[in-house]
């Protein structure tokens, strides 16, 4: 065993994280849906979301069979969702392939839409025990540091040198423990700002701490300014106090969820909304909502009319419902789209 999983390991017994709601038990389908949600996701963050779909879908076969608005609505807020949508289709493929569970073959495992090499081989390890690496933002973190790497960790030569120092690391022995444990590292100790290095099991023989490089490493993605994007909103409720929700395109921002009808600017979104409903008068505009995506931020100006009178002529567009509080709440909607319409009292 190397100096590093032991380190690791003996620092897990101590001090790393065992409560956690999918360690009990590890079954296999439990450590897949808490890894992707992971992703990109603190564990704080995930706990309730976690416990709250596999309270709902407690099997994977119960996640293939549920409709995907039922899997976004539990995602709602999670962000990124494609991960839902990939959790969603590589559900029914495991039902139709491999007799409803995931396989423990590593390829077939790894060529699930949304796993891939490091999620898979934190599946095997943690659910099965088997050995091996795994390479997630927190473990790219911890060895970029321990070994010196410079350059961004998403380079491929760079993350090539640390999947071979994952793979030279990687016990073949409690294999469960150690994934969590370097995972926890990254999380708990080894941050991305003011890391805990007096804490740190592996400051010893960390390059990064013995040559104060632990602010430069890992280094970051080469920045480029983020493109803004504008849009307006179009919040239309009729006297019942439902609202108009329209299904986004399958490709695009907020693919495939419902969200509130778009328009290019005030005049148009006037205009589309007359197509809609019967409008009493003059749309008020609520503040702005400023978004981040990965790649643009989006200010996006809601509009919003009152005691409207929908117009029968939309009724068979199966992309348009009118949706009451309840019924919206059961539909994946993008979070601040969510957050807007809780909050739409405060403008009546």
Known sequence: MSTLA??????????????????????????WIAEVML??????????????????????????????DRVLALWSGLGYYRRARFLHRAARICVERHGGELPRDFDALAALPGIGRSTAGAILAQAHGLRFPILDGNVKRVLARYHGERGWPGATAVE??????AESHTP?????????????LGATVCTRAQ?????????????????GLTAELPQARPSKPLPQRAATLLLLRDRDGRVLLERRPPQGVWAGLWSLPQADDADAAARQAGRYARLPG??????????????????????AWRDVSPLPAIADNARLRWCTRAEAAELGLPAPVRRLLEAIEEYA
């Open 6 to 31: 032991a380190r690791l390991l003996d620092w897990h017994d101590a001090h790393g994280r065992h409560d956690l709601p999918w360690q009990h038990p590890r079954a296999p389908y439990r450590v």
């Open 160 to 165: 090539k040198r640390l999947w071979a120092h």
């Open 172 to 184: 073949r022995a409690r294999l469960a423990d150690y994934t969590q444990a370097i995972m926890d």
């Open 282 to 303: 003059a749309a008020q505009p609520l503040p702005t909502l400023v978004h981040a995506f990965t790649h643009f931020r989006l200010h996006a100006q809601p509009l």
């Open 195 to 211: 890391p805990r290095c007096a804490a740190c099991p592996l400051a010893g023989d960390c390059v990064a701490h013995r040559h």
């Open 39 to 68: 992703q990109q996701t603190q564990v704080a963050t995930v706990i309730p979301y976690f416990l709250r779909f596999v309270q709902t879908l407690p099997t994977l076969p119960d996640l293939a069979a549920a409709d995907e």
